[in-house]
């Protein structure tokens, strides 16, 4: 086997040594952990590997000489064991152009390869039964069965490349481990190739996002992440094709969405493409895993918050099913993670006690589960399905004493997504692709309020449902071209339910929507790579409104020279859902925002204009980044603002403006990354009816500052981060008694600020093999080490003709374990 890598043997050998030896200077030059009986490396002698090789190519050289199979387990764990089965080879070749394709992955049930530069792979099977996954970013995955191949020919095998985009990772652990920039713009986290972010236990899908420049989220939440200043009813959240209406758990302190099953994230903060509708202010799009699994994983973990399971299992030669689910273990324990999160979320709400009434027998727990089914029908067509069910539920009883008599009525809050997908895909040729897609999704948030004082029941309901079909075409040209156009239709159901009993009362508004969208868009890459260009639009046609809307996108990325990367981005688009608050104390107070449909009077369509220009510089592990933006969204209304002042309860139309800057440093060692991030945003309002000129918005973070390190090292990483951010807006009286017929008199609209926000943070994990076949993570995070007093808003009440101050909370310090098992 020594022509295979003839590299090898033209380096200066060393002498023979024990293969034992050899491995140990081996761990310790890579930085990577052997597993093996003794009886399986004794009695071998061969030459030192090449010191200058990477450790793919040592570990190759080592298989050739040694007739010994090296199976990565992951990123530190290499297992060594005896051949045993079928040796399959092959060299991997671009199905257009013919040419190799290098670093491929080739696996089997016991096996693992990477292709080299010639495309070539050799690795063992099993038996005839058995089959190999062969996957490349850029290419379409696939599966060959062991009887349809040749022991001991290499051929050649094709791979199809993907048509979706001519998109590729620009740069590669952008902060950390896993988090990339793409060409087109977005921001990607890899969470198979996940490290770890500061105070962050095991993953979180979108508390990840929230450590990219220019995110924010004025309470902590997931449920109200604000790219560049907007409301985070205006982000567009799409898991596998599927839009959600709902984001987070223990509403809105944790995602969701279970990193298990959610291979990967994307942020886009502009210039999404022109297959996408809604999400005037950004778009966040979750993936699932795209590849048939060939074999059998599992994994189960447990934290203060919640116990999750995950299972990867192969039904057959050409299909795999992904099952993940997760439940709250409020039930059995309620740990201290638990007791700060609900204090956290019973803050100024129908849950804290007050005057004669008590409150007991307070419940809360949550479940999600998620399923994904693919099957490869032939090999030219793909299934894919998707189902989600997400369940959050809150039970408190309400007691006092009336009448000399103890009475005690149950009040209840659920909140609920279901959502399931199927995804068709067919490879036509190999430069034609379509994919049919089509969806369901419902959402429903349902209070029960029970007022024992004056014996009342307050019923509150508020439903989305929505059904997509969308059509689409990717057509590519000589690998330099790409057309990607097609279809979509969108009917979008909301309804909203009022109902007292004492004295009888109920408003029940159900409105529907439907939309026709058109879109195109082309994409060119020179063949050297430094230019990639988009440039589409959507035309979409409203049928109750009898109107329509005309959104450009743009995108171009072009190296200047080498390490230094220009990249203007634009788009336009429309959203005709948004969430408004009627009144603070709807639905138990706790998630008081509800979904509307725009009706093109007093709630208009909002309409968004954005523009970015930004430069990027990487050398030698530096990254510089900065891009300025201005954004503009008109429709907007005040009660989708959420103001806490004089227009708490007025109803108006106006917009906002941002001019901002994102700015992103970061250097790289061989086992640490250092990066700091600067957010610069003037946010403001422009409401006429409210009063003349602009006033900042809610949500004008001027100034806001991250600093990160990672380490990593033999399976441990320790990641550390500080968040400071300038105080939101808010309106202050006039004066400690100005009322005027029992409301506050406020001064100038939101010229005052809450103190300045300051949040450490700590995490930190330990990755180790339990037997061959079985490994485990462990770990930690301390959310807010320095239990910092944070103010997430305050404002102001009249009670008993005196003005109230209610100032709300962040979380204080809050520490949570992991323990997670890989099979």
Not at 53 to 81: C, M
Not at 263 to 291: C, F, P, Q
Not at 323 to 341: H, L
Request: glycine share 6%.
């Amino acid at each position: 086997m020594f022509f295979l890598f003839p590299s090898s043997f033209s380096q200066e050998i060393q002498g023979d040594k024990e293969l034992h030896d050899i491995l140990q200077e081996v761990q310790k030059q890579y930085q990577v952990q052997f597993n093996y009986a003794n009886d399986v490396v004794s009695k071998i002698r061969l030459a030192l590997p090449p010191s200058n090789q990477s450790l793919d190519e040592v570990l190759a050289y080592l298989k050739n000489q040694t007739g010994l199979l090296f199976i990565k387990t992951d990123d530190y764990f290499i297992s060594i064991k005896k051949l045993e089965g079928i040796v399959i080879c092959g060299y991997l070749l671009d199905a257009n152009t013919k040419e190799a394709i290098e670093s491929a992955t080739i696996q089997s049930e016991i096996d693992y390869a990477v292709s080299d530069e010639n495309g070539f792979f050799q690795l063992m099977v099993k038996d005839q039964f058995g089959r190999i996954a062969l996957r490349h970013l850029g290419y379409t995955s696939s599966v060959r069965f062991v009887k349809d191949m040749v022991e001991g020919d290499c051929i050649n095998y094709l791979l199809q490349p993907n048509l979706q985009a001519l998109n590729e990772v620009v740069i590669s652990n952008f902060m950390t481990q896993g988090v990339n920039k793409v060409s087109d713009g977005s921001f990607q986290i890899n969470y198979t190739d996940f490290d770890i972010l500061p105070g962050i236990v095991d993953a979180d899908v979108l508390y990840s996002l929230q450590a990219f420049p220019g995110v924010q989220s004025v309470n902590e939440t997931v449920s109200n992440i604000n790219i560049r200043g907007g409301t985070h009813d205006q982000n567009l959240i799409l898991w596998d094709g599927i839009k959600m209406y709902q984001s987070g758990h223990f509403f809105g302190l944790i995602s969701m969405y279970n990193p298990q099953i959610t291979e990967e994230v994307s942020l886009l903060k502009n210039a999404a493409d022109a297959s996408y509708t809604d999400g005037v202010s950004g778009t966040i799009l979750m993936k699932t895993d795209r590849n048939i699994t060939p074999v059998l994983k599992a994994n189960f973990g447990l934290s203060l918050i919640d116990a999750n399971a995950f299972l990867d299992v192969p039904v057959s030669k050409n299909s795999s099913v992904q099952i993940a689910g997760r439940k709250s273990i409020s039930d059995f324990i309620k740990t201290p993670t638990y007791n700060e999160f609900f204090d956290r979320i019973s803050q100024d709400t129908e849950i804290e006690e007050s005057g004669l009434v008590t409150n007991s027998d307070k419940q809360f727990n949550f479940y999600d589960a998620s399923l994904r089914w693919l099957w490869q029908v032939t090999e030219k067509d793909h299934l894919r399905f998707n189902f989600l069910n997400v369940n959050n539920a809150l039970l408190f009883n309400e007691n006092a004493v009336i009448n000399d008599q103890n009475e005690s009525r149950e009040s209840k809050l659920t909140q609920n997504s279901f959502a399931g997908g199927l995804l068709y895909t067919r490879n036509w040729s190999h430069s034609l692709r379509s994919e049919i897609e089509i969806y369901e999704t419902d959402y429903k948030l349902k209070s029960t309020n029970a007022n024992i004082l004056d014996s009342q029941r307050f019923l509150q309901e508020n439903s989305v449902s929505e059904s997509s079909f969308k059509l689409k075409l990717n057509k590519s040209f000589k690998e330099l071209f790409n057309v990607m156009g097609g279809y979509h239709f969108v009917e979008t159901k909301v309804r909203n339910l009022d109902d007292v009993d004492n004295p009888t009362y109920k408003l029940l508004v159900a409105e529907v929507l439907r939309s026709h969208g058109a879109f195109l868009q082309g994409g060119y890459r020179s063949k050297n790579r430094m230019l990639n260009l988009a440039v589409g639009g959507r035309y979409e046609y409203l049928e109750k409104f009898k109107s329509y809307y005309l959104e450009p996108r743009l995108n171009v990325s072009y190296q200047i020279v080498n390490g230094l990367t220009l990249e203007i981005l634009g788009e336009m688009k429309h959203q005709s859902t948004s969430q408004i608050v009627n009144f603070q104390n709807d639905f138990l107070g706790i998630e008081k925002r509800r979904w509307q449909l725009a009706n093109n009077e007093d709630i208009p369509i909002m309409e968004s204009q954005q523009g970015s220009i930004g430069l990027t510089f990487e050398k030698h592990k530096w990254l510089i980044s900065i891009e300025g933006y201005s954004k503009k969204v008109d429709g907007i209304t005040a009660q989708s603002q959420g103001f806490q002042n004089q227009y708490e309860y007025i109803s108006s139309s106006g917009d906002y403006e941002v001019l901002g800057v994102d700015v992103l440093l970061r250097k790289a060692f061989e086992k640490i990354n250092l990066w700091t991030s600067y957010s610069y945003m003037d946010n403001v309002y422009h409401f006429d009816s409210l009063e003349s000129g602009s006033f900042p918005s809610n949500y004008d973070i001027t100034h806001a500052v991250t600093l990160g390190c990672t380490y990593s090292n033999k399976g441990f990483m320790l990641s550390a981060g500080a968040n400071w951010h300038t105080g939101r807006p808010i309106s202050q009286p006039l004066s400690e008694s100005s009322i005027s017929d029992g409301q506050v008199i406020f001064g100038e609209t939101n010229a005052n600020r809450l103190d300045d926000y300051l949040r450490i943070d700590l995490s930190g994990s330990y990755d180790f093999h339990l037997h061959r076949k079985a490994r485990a993570k462990i770990g930690f995070s301390i959310w807010n080490l320095l239990n910092h007093n944070n103010e997430l808003n305050r404002f102001y009440q009249v009670n008993d003709n005196q003005i109230n101050e209610v100032v709300q909370q962040a979380l204080g310090f809050t520490p949570n374990v992991f323990l997670r098992a890989y099979f």
